[in-house]
Each structure stands twice: as C-alpha cells, then as structure tokens.
C-alpha cells in the first residue's frame, strides 16, 4: 500500500502507539489501514455415501479438485457464503448441519470455515468449474486436490464417518505443511 485511500496522502509502514505490529498508517489523517485474514467459507456437500468435489476452471489450482469453497463477502454470514459459493461453483443446493473444519493459515492470511452439509437435488459446473462429481471414498483423487486444506477435511470426514459422529476439527496449516504439499514446484 502506497497511498491512503482516506485521502489519497502517501503512507508509512509503523507500529502505531498502543499497538503491537506494524500497519499502513496516514499522517495526513490519522487513519490506520489495519489488514486482516480473509475468510474462505464453503461446504462438504454429501450425498448418501458420496461427496461432491469440483475441478477449479481458475487459478490458483486450476485443473485440481476442491469442496466447493471461496472468499466471504460483506454483509453476509459465514453459512450464507457457504451456502453461495457452493451455489456458484457446483450449482448446487445444500442444508448445513454446521461447522465442520476450522483452519488457519497465517501465512497467507487465511481462515478456512467448512460446513458439513447434504447435498439437496442436482448439479453441474458454475463458472469457476470445469466439472463436478460424486466421489465415494475410493475415488477421492487424492493426489489431485488443490489445497492441502480440503485434503485434511476429507481425511477428518473419513474418519469420522465410521462412528457417525462428526465434532469441530480446528487446526493449523503452516508454510512448511504448504510446501510439503505442493513440493517445491
């Protein structure tokens, strides 16, 4: 950031007095440009046995699977971009039965929010999908999902199933996990 959007006057990257880090700080009019994680929200939509994944059309990740998932927006809640997202990418309709996954990544200032949900009627690909599918647990592509982040929800989901019982998993991704997934590519 090179300019305050306040007043268009140049900013300085400082720790402000009382805080702890520094952030993009006008001296023209006092405001202080804080910078926060942005949330992914989307849904683990199932159906019977199966999961609906979809092939990204969009970078990053284009051509590997995802749950449908995506940025929050104003003024809607997290259920509420859950449930759009999964509209967008999947066309699809689900009922959330609540919050599944929670995982941080500090590194790239990001939470993810996944909601387990039943998938309720059809599908087909949105604008950011080449293609959506039903998986049973056998034909998760594995090693072509997309983020490590859908790869620890699935495997919880997985593991959960078997004693019907499916609690909040909160976790952490760190750049070092990242860079295990993705390799050094």
């Not at 402000?16 to 993009?24: E, F, K, T």
């Not at 969009?58 to 809640?77: C, D, H, Q, S, V």
């Not at 019982?165 to 996990?177: C, G, K, N, V, Y």
Request: aromatic letters at 10%.
């Amino acid at each position: 950031m090179n300019f305050c959007s306040q007043c268009g006057h140049t900013v300085r990257f400082a720790i402000p007095d009382g805080d702890d880090r520094p952030r993009h700080l006008c001296d023209a009019c006092g405001v202080i440009h804080y910078q926060n994680p942005r949330i992914v929200a989307g849904t683990l939509p199932v159906s019977g046995s199966r999961i609906l994944l979809c092939r990204r059309s969009i970078a990053p990740r284009k051509g590997f699977w995802t749950l449908p998932a995506g940025f929050m927006e104003n003024a809607e809640t997290t259920i509420e971009a859950a449930v759009r997202e999964t509209r967008e990418e999947a066309c699809a309709d689900v009922s959330i039965h609540g919050l599944y996954t929670l995982i941080n990544l500090p590194h790239i200032n990001q939470v993810y929010m996944i909601f387990r949900a039943d998938l309720e009627g059809g599908f087909a690909p949105g604008a950011e999908s080449l293609e959506v599918a039903l998986f049973e647990e056998h034909e998760i592509p594995w090693d072509e999902l997309a983020f490590p982040t859908i790869e620890r929800t699935l495997r919880h989901f997985y593991a959960d199933r078997g004693g019907n019982d499916f609690p909040l998993h909160i976790s952490d991704i760190t750049a070092e996990d990242r860079e295990r997934y993705f390799g050094s590519a």
